[in-house]
C-alpha cells in the first residue's frame, strides 16, 4: 500500500508483518521504533539501569517544623530508611548509587503523612560524586480540634546542597 493506511484508520508498519500490522494510530506511533531495531540494553545515562552510576553521600536536613518519623527516601536504586529526624536536625551521609537533585520522601508523625513527590525526571541527570544535603522544608499549623483526628497528608519542598 502506498500510502501506509489500511481499511479502519490503522497503519501497517514494516511491510505488514508481526503482531503489529495493524495497530490504531497513535499505537502504531509508538511502535514504529520496533522497524529500527532494539533499543540499547542501557540508554546512555540512565542511572537506573546503569550500575556504573556514581557513589554519592546524601543526608538529610528537617527544617520543617516537626520532628519527622519514619522517613522513606526513594533513590534511583535504592530505598533508604531513618527512624526519625528532630526539627532542625540532620541525619548521617549514607552512601548511594545514583541520585537526582530531589528524590521521593516520606515521613509519618502522629499519624499524618510528611511528602515529597516529584511527579518524574525527565531531563534530570545523576548527581556526580560527592556529598550532598537534602533539607526538607515545610510549616505545618498545629493540630486543631477541626481535623476531628483525621489523618492528613503535607507535602514539603526539597532543596539540595552540595558539600565542600
Known sequence: ?????????????????GWYARLPPVAAMLA???CVGPPPAVAPGDASRDSAAPVV??????ATNVDLEVVTVRFINQT??????????FTDYRAVRGAYRYAQVEARRDGHRYLVQPLDYVGERPLSAGRYTYTLRGFF???SAEDNGKAATHFMQITLQKQR
Request: proline share 3%; charged share 15%; net charge negative.
Open 80 to 89: 533508604e530508611h531513618y527512624d526519625s529526624i528532630a526539627q532542625g536536625g
Open 32 to 34: 514504529m521504533t520496533a
Open 1 to 17: 500500500m502506498s500510502d501506509g493506511m489500511t481499511g479502519g484508520g490503522h497503519v501497517r508498519l514494516c511491510g505488514g508483518a
Open 57 to 62: 553521600h546524601i543526608r538529610l536536613h528537617n
Open 141 to 143: 499549623p498545629a493540630e
